[in-house]
């Protein structure tokens, strides 16, 4: 089972672009990586999904090296509205042994004028 | 619109009592999951469920038990209530289809309080 490390804060002023890094050495051939953004008093909202190289759809992108051992969401001219919790999550289908979901702790980012 | 919708915002149950939390999805999808959420700990995975009367065993599956009996109903059900089941449970549902997992659709949430 995939384990992720992701920083536990990031801190950011508006308009700049963010990079979150999400460790993951353990992932399986079959794992795809997923991000989700949490605002408070919510359930996590889905971001981004890739396998490899680079995903990117209107509101981030994903890089994901050729090792796939981490993977980096970029979030372009953030804004405050953008602060939340972001979480990394490594896993695959159910298969005969069971599931494979492993959520990362996220990482809680604030930005500021 | 997708909707995932939770029987309740907030629940106060006292020691030992028998909890059920609701989870409704009005997608048509095939999977559905209980996590609960702490501080300092993320998200974990306590039951999957990948089609009617169909269950898994997620990461902290002790002291919980689901129930699946109609497709767009997931039920988490706390035999025994301890305070340290106190916690945010957040339920999701998602497409199953090959290939990864699809994005999960997540409810507001049950922030349970064991007394």
């Known amino acids: 089972l995939a384990k992720t490390t992701q920083p536990i804060s990031m801190d950011s002023y508006e308009g700049q672009e963010v990079n979150i890094t999400c460790s993951h050495n353990?992932?399986?051939?079959?794992?795809?990586i997923t991000w989700y953004q949490q605002f408070p008093s919510q359930g996590p909202r889905f971001i981004i999904q890739g396998y490899k190289t680079k995903v990117t759809n209107e509101v981030a992108s994903l890089f994901i090296p050729a090792d796939r051992k981490s993977s980096t969401l970029s979030l372009p001219r953030v804004s405050l509205s953008d602060t939340a919790v972001y979480y990394c999550?490594?896993?695959?289908?159910?298969?005969?042994?069971?599931?494979?979901?492993?959520f990362g702790k996220g990482t809680s980012l604030l930005v500021t004028p | 619109d997708v909707k995932v919708t939770q029987s309740s915002r907030y629940l106060v149950k006292r020691t030992g009592e028998k909890v059920f939390l609701e989870c409704v999805q009005d997608?048509?999808?095939?999977?559905m999951f209980w996590y609960r959420q702490d501080p300092g700990l993320g998200l974990r995975l306590i039951y999957f469920?990948?089609?009617?009367?169909?269950?898994e065993k997620g990461d902290i599956p002790e002291g919980y038990s689901v129930s699946r009996e109609k497709k767009e109903r997931f039920s988490l059900i706390l035999e025994s209530a301890s305070t340290n089941q106190t916690s945010m449970y957040l339920c999701?549902?998602?497409?199953?289809?090959?290939?990864?997992?699809?994005?999960?659709?997540f409810g507001p949430g049950t922030r349970l309080t064991v007394l």
């Open positions: 999550l490594v896993g695959d289908r159910p298969s005969n042994s069971g599931y494979a979901l492993n």
């Open positions: 353990n992932i399986a051939t079959n794992d795809y």
């Open positions: 469920s990948y089609d009617v009367k169909m269950k």
């Open positions: 999701a549902s998602s497409l199953r289809t090959s290939g990864s997992w699809n994005e999960q659709f």
């Open positions: 997608m048509d999808h095939e999977n």
